[in-house]
Structures are given as structure tokens and as C-alpha cells.
């Protein structure tokens, strides 16, 4: 994590170590909020890990549900969840057979948002279809844009007007060993 001003407190992991040994989660207090970077764990092929992934999304919202009401919390990261079957190019094909988007792990999701966090980038663009930030390497997938929505920038809702730009940046790629993933980015008025 690169910032200009140096945070309060850093944190790394939830407190679990079943999860905290992978570096999925760094969490830096500032002033006036909290910053969290996250890597959700995959829930694997055949959905071997589903289990887990549900242990880990509850641990996940007791712990920013916490930090929100002490500040406002911003979540930046690869979540891995296609919230809604308009966040990837098939859904009929995937649903609950392939890590992401499961109702287990789409359910967290809305549990994140029910408890009073926004998906800044879907709250900005609700119609918006075929914009991703994920392909696999299989085939060529990104060429025809057979992709997933599954970075986010997730906030507390009271900092939604604050918001002055969210943006998914699908035309940065990677080289032939870039990532998979591409860069999105949020100015945020605090």
C-alpha cells in the first residue's frame, strides 16, 4: 500500500489464521477514515472452498461493520463476486457453478451492502453492461470481452457524496504477463 500521508495504524489480516497467512486484507486508519485493501479468497474450482470463502466473508463484515461505526470505511480490492448477473458476460452459465458467483457468495455481497456500504461504480452506472475487470487467459476472452466485474471500490454510504469519480479502466492491459486484472480508479473528496 503507497500513500502520501502515513496512516494512524496499519493493520494486516483479519485476526484469523486460516486466512491471515495469504496477505488478503491490510486495513490503514487515517483521520478521518479507514482504508481497506482486500484480495477476497476464491472459492475454486468445483467450489472446493465455498466453505471457507463463507467463513471468511462473515469475518470480513463483522470487522468493517466495527470500523464503520467508529469512521467512514473505503474497501478497494479484487472481491471476487459478481454481484449481479449484469457484472459478467454469462450468467445463466456460471450461476452457482463457478467461484463468483454463487448465491452464497453473491448474498455476502448484498450483506455488505445492506449494512450500509456502497459498490461506488455500480451505484454511478446501474444499466451499464459489459464493462469488466477480469478475463481469464483462457481463449481469448478479453479480445471479445467475455469478462467479469469483480474489483471493486466499496464505501459507507455517508461518504457517497463525496464521490467525485469512479472509473474502471478496461483499456489498460496487461503485458503477456500482465494481469488479468485491470486498474480501476475513485477521487474521493474527504
Known amino acids: 500500500m503507497l500513500a502520501k500521508e502515513m496512516p494512524i495504524n496499519v493493520t494486516v489480516g483479519l485476526g484469523n489464521k486460516d486466512f491471515d497467512e495469504f496477505g488478503r486484507y491490510i486495513e490503514a486508519e487515517y483521520k478521518n477514515f479507514f482504508f481497506i485493501s482486500v484480495y477476497v479468497p476464491n472459492s475454486g474450482s468445483g467450489l472446493v472452498n465455498l466453505p471457507a470463502r463463507g467463513r471468511w466473508d462473515q469475518?470480513?463484515?463483522t470487522r468493517v461493520i466495527d470500523l464503520d461505526r467508529r469512521?467512514?470505511?473505503i474497501i478497494a480490492g479484487d472481491m471476487n463476486v459478481a454481484h449481479q448477473e449484469i457484472d459478467l458476460r454469462?450468467?445463466?452459465s456460471n450461476r452457482n457453478k463457478t467461484a463468483g458467483f454463487t448465491d452464497q457468495e453473491?448474498?455476502?455481497f448484498t450483506r455488505l451492502l445492506d449494512a450500509g456500504f456502497v459498490d461506488v461504480w455500480r451505484s454511478r452506472n446501474p444499466?451499464?453492461?459489459e464493462t469488466y475487470t477480469y478475463w481469464s487467459y483462457i481463449g481469448t476472452r478479453r479480445a471479445k470481452n467475455i469478462g467479469w466485474r469483480l474489483d471493486y471500490f466499496v464505501i459507507s454510504e455517508r461518504l457517497l457524496e463525496k464521490v467525485v469519480e469512479c472509473e474502471i479502466h478496461s483499456d489498460i492491459t496487461g503485458s503477456a504477463h500482465?494481469?488479468?486484472h485491470c486498474?480501476?480508479?475513485?477521487i474521493i473528496d474527504i
Open 59 to 61: 469475518l470480513f463484515l
Open 71 to 73: 469512521k467512514p470505511v
Open 90 to 92: 454469462n450468467p445463466d
Open 106 to 108: 453473491r448474498e455476502a
Open 127 to 129: 444499466d451499464v453492461a
Open 178 to 180: 500482465g494481469s488479468d
Open 183 to 186: 486498474p480501476l480508479s475513485l
